[in-house]
């Protein structure tokens, strides 16, 4: 079961839009220097289509994207989640921030509107460090993945 530590309305996770972000625990990843270590725990509330419904309910218009930051124990859990996202709210971006490298077999890219990966590499920065190993994507109706992390580059 996929278990959410908490969330927040945040506007720098995607570009352009109001952001309900979801903190999902169990972690597997273990990135040295992770900025989130009590996420990599098995706790927080069980994150399920009520649980989910009820916080669509309570922000309503005020968002444009559900973010699902977290959530590589159980990728698959994660996409019928962003599925049911898809089909209650339909006019809803849908993120996910995964701290692997690649897309994981049998993950459909189209059930997002964005897609980030990379583990965190202290060293190299976040998004907004031009030598970052993170990529941020938008993606296609087709699941064709454009990378636009350059949009979080610091002039």
Known sequence: MVKYYNYDIVFAEFPDETTLALNITGCPNRCP????????NDCGRPFDEQAIKELLDC??????????????AQPAEIERLAAFVRQTRPELHIGWYSG?????????A??????????????????TSPTTNQRLYRVGPD?????????????
């Open 33 to 40: 220097g992770c900025h989130s270590p009590h996420l990599q």
């Open 59 to 72: 922000y309503g218009a005020t968002i444009t994207c559900v973010g699902f930051m977290g959530g590589d």
């Open 100 to 108: 692997r490298s690649e897309l994981p077999d049998g993950i459909r």
């Open 110 to 127: 189209e059930r997002f509107d964005y897609i980030k990966l990379g583990p965190w590499v202290e060293t190299l920065g976040p998004l």
């Open 143 to 155: 699941g064709s993945m454009e990378d636009i992390t350059a949009r979080f580059l610091r002039k």
